[in-house]
Every structure is written in structure tokens, then in C-alpha cells.
DNA sequence: AACAATTATATCGTGTGCGACATAATGTTA
DNA sequence: TAACATTATGTCGCACACGATATAATTGTT
């Protein structure tokens, strides 16, 4: 038994099951507005700039085009988003908000803070928990250069 | 524009972005393998105590048993692991390494150390990125009691 | 023992993620 | 400007995740 391959040393497995957490604690906040979390990643985007091209999502969420549209789409069909091809350049699709899309962003500002309340109360060590954004800040970019 | 639904404001969205880009990372190293990133995770929980029931995968994982099943079927069909009925409990299926499933431990054991090799290197924080396991630890254990 | 409650697993439907590939529009270069 | 490369988006297939629900086996209670 090699003592690296266990589940308890493995910080890949502590990020992956953060993250699936952290999703599940979105899930009962953003039910009641129709969005799913990968949808509010895309409202908050819309909501700091409306009108963007779809390469623009997908490359500010880290995501493939192929995950985008699709997603995109679906917010389409819910009401929440256009989805209008580009005058100048006809192969960009560019997405902006509609009415009900706008409007959403007044029942949204109250998330975040419900979301993290209480989470630094739970550390034993509050400054380990203050150097996460900084740690994993650290961790996607050196991620990011290994493809391209 | 209210400052805390800023994407770059946003801790939830550095777990979501690190944990896919790390299940990125380990691809490579993994198809040789056969193996998907959570496929992986059950054989490290199969490396270190063979034949355990779905719901044991499921616990540790944080996983749905819903989501272990197919993923347990998947591996079955690959010759990965065995699927059978607990003899003392009927309702219970016990996973088990196949000769196959045992033989990839050595090939694995070198993959943890690649996938984090350089990650210090990059933080300009190292102290920052050693507590990271601390800080994702209190976390986990602070949305798990979320739900129950 | 009979029967309700609980437990373990599985099925189904929907929504991501992503590799592989297709297609149309734009850029570039001989 | 014709040919070719590049770019932006999209389709398709597969593998998760998870809520809702079904089913069979076990447990608990009377």
C-alpha cells in the first residue's frame, strides 16, 4: 500500500469534493430564481458586462465553447438570456441579458453572503482559511499554463 | 453593479475552476490507465481495503449512490472490479478489485507526485499553499454538516 | 409471526463538462 | 484574388452528479 495513493493524503481529492459541495450548498439559493450554478456563473458575468460573445464566457469560466452553448441555450429557452449573432463578425454569437435576466440580479446580491456566512467561524486556524483565495489564485494559473 | 457578485470576488468559483482544471491535469495520466478521475478515486479507496460495499465508495467519496453505481458498472465492464451480492446482508453489493484492478496500483503509484510536482514552486506564498489542506479540510467538514 | 419503518441499491431524467469533429466566417499569403 | 490557415461556434457521444423515485431486503415493534 503506497502511502501517496491514499484518498486522505490527496489535496486533488479536497478540491474536487469542495467543489461539488460548495455547488450543493448553491442549489436550495438559486432554485427559487431557475438557475442552476454554472447559469449564475454566467448571470454574474452578464450582470458586470452585459452583451459578451460566447468565447468571452467561456474563456473568463475556464470552460469549452461545447459546455457553453448548450448551457447558453437552456438560458435561452428559460427567458434569461438573447443569444444574437455579431454584425460586424458573423461568426461570433454575443449573449446579453433580457428584462427578466436584469432584474434577477436584485434577488442575487444577497447569495454570496449566505452562501460563506459562517465558514471562517469553523476554522481553527482563521488565517489558513484567509490564504485560500490567494493559494488557489496561485493554483489555477500555474493549471492554466500547462495546456497553452 | 454590487461588488460581492464580482466573478473575481468569488471563492466558490476558484474551487469550481481548481477542481476541474486538476481532473484536467490527471487525464493524461489517467487514460493511459484506462481510468476517469473519479473511477480513479474508487480504486484508491479499493487499493487501500478491498471489497468494500457501494455505500462505503459512496461515504467516502461524498457521493450519491446513484452516481457510484453506474460508475461501479462502468468499471465492471472494464474488468476493473467485481459486483457481488453480500451473503449476510442481501440488499448490499461488495466491490472487489479484479487481478486487472490490483495490477494498476504500481502503474499509479508515480501519479500523485506528477500531477502536484512544481505547485509550491509556483505560489509566491508558500505558507499560503501549505495551508491549503488545512483550510479545504475545515470546509468540507463545515458543508457536510450542511445537510446532515 | 405480522407488518410498518428503515436501509441499500438501483433506475430515470436533466444538466453539465469535455474530447473529437463539423461548418461557416474571417484572415493571410502567394 | 484564389487558396489556405485560422477562428468562432456548434453537434455528437460519453461520463459524471444529483434530485426524485422504485424495489427488495432487513430491522423493529407489537
Not at 448553491?26 to 450582470?47: D, F, N, S
Request: charged share 25%.
Amino acid at each position: 500500500m503506497y502511502d501517496q495513493l491514499k484518498l486522505d493524503n490527496q489535496l486533488c481529492f479536497r478540491l474536487y469534493a469542495a467543489s461539488r459541495l460548495v455547488t450543493q450548498a448553491y442549489r436550495p439559493l438559486l432554485e427559487p430564481l431557475g438557475l442552476t450554478y454554472p447559469q449564475y456563473l454566467v448571470m454574474l458575468l452578464l450582470w458586470e458586462k452585459d452583451w459578451q460573445s460566447v468565447n468571452d464566457i467561456a474563456h473568463r469560466l475556464l470552460l469549452e465553447t461545447n459546455t457553453v452553448t448548450p448551457l447558453l441555450k437552456r438560458m435561452e429557452q428559460e427567458g434569461l438570456v438573447k443569444r444574437n449573432t455579431d454584425f460586424i463578425d458573423k461568426r461570433r454569437t454575443i449573449v446579453g441579458l433580457t428584462h427578466k435576466g436584469k432584474k434577477l440580479e436584485e434577488a442575487a446580491k444577497t447569495i454570496p453572503a449566505c452562501i460563506t456566512q459562517g465558514w471562517d467561524s469553523g476554522q481553527s486556524r482563521p488565517e489558513d482559511f484567509a490564504a485560500l483565495p490567494r493559494a488557489l489564485d496561485a493554483l489555477i494559473s500555474k493549471l492554466k499554463s500547462n495546456d497553452n
